[in-house]
Nanobody, 117 residues
């Protein structure tokens, strides 16, 4: 069974950057679609970005030009580089994985990102 563990969250000022990591253990995720979602207090979970096993990327319009998703298959890890952060980016960020994209059947526990104004 694959386990996903996110890290890299924290408190940052508006305009700053964070790099989130999602490390998979149990088996390779090389052939899976990996994605990031976020959930702000009182809101539903939202799609942020995804990356296929071939490297094809999909980015939500709200973060396009600021966030970048990448993966290192040798390290079984997916990254979310978050630049020019805004207070509205404050949320718990979750890593997800699936064989063909949504619905994703594997989820991490989440990492908190807080952006202060």
């Amino acid at each position: 069974q694959v386990q996903l563990v996110e890290s890299g969250g924290g408190l940052v000022q508006a305009g700053g950057s964070l790099r989130l990591s999602c490390a998979a253990s149990g088996r390779t995720v090389r052939w899976l679609v990996m994605a990031w979602f976020c959930q702000a207090p009182g809101k539903e979970r939202e799609f942020v970005a995804s990356i296929s096993w071939t490297g094809g990327r999909t980015i939500a319009d709200s973060v396009k030009g600021r966030f970048t998703i990448s993966r290192d298959n040798d390290k079984n890890t997916v990254f979310l580089q978050m630049n020019s952060l805004k207070p509205e980016d404050t949320a718990v960020y979750y890593c997800a994985a699936g064989p063909r994209g949504p619905p994703y059947d594997l989820w991490g526990q989440g990492t908190q990102v807080t952006v202060s104004s």
